[in-house]
């Protein structure tokens, strides 16, 4: 799934690109819960809407409702993290074993979106990656 999609800044003039190259399944788990922390598939670390060096994104629902999270890179797993997963379950009325596709959107620069697909076969076929807390390796 891989789109790019160009704006143009109306002050300056200048053009953007945002990607919506990544796409991942994120599961609700007790421990993922517990922890308040989603880990991110190892596939994430090539999409270009990420880098290591970010320290926040956004969870979007399906209706457009967003909440801040914190983002991480673990060094020695290889892989992103975010922490926030919680409250983004427990306003949404999730349960263990519930599931959600996430496009990631983003320019490498600025703050990336990670946003609720809706449940069509493309994109559910698109997030090959699983993500949750307990780490395959």
């Known amino acids: 799934m891989e789109e ?4 143009q800044n109306n002050r300056t003039g200048a053009r953007f690109s945002y990607s919506w190259d990544y ?3 994120a599961e609700v788990t007790d421990s993922n ?3 308040d ?3 991110l598939p190892v596939g994430a670390t090539g999409c270009n809407a990420l ?6 994104a956004k969870l979007v629902n399906i209706e ?3 909440w801040n999270v914190s983002m991480r890179f673990n060094e020695s797993g290889g892989f992103y993290y975010i922490k926030g997963w919680r409250k983004f379950c427990a306003e949404n009325k ?3 074993g ?5 496009n990631v959107v983003g320019d490498g620069n600025t703050l990336p979106l990670m946003c609720v697909c809706s449940p069509s076969k493309e994109c559910l076929k698109s997030a090959g990656d699983i993500a949750s807390s307990s780490r395959v390796n």
């Open 4 to 7: 790019a999609h160009d704006h």
């Open 23 to 25: 796409c991942f399944k």
């Open 33 to 35: 819960v517990r922890e």
């Open 37 to 39: 922390k989603l880990d």
């Open 51 to 56: 880098n290591k060096e970010c320290k926040k």
């Open 64 to 66: 457009g409702k967003a």
């Open 94 to 96: 999730c349960h263990i």
């Open 98 to 102: 519930d599931s959600f596709v996430f």
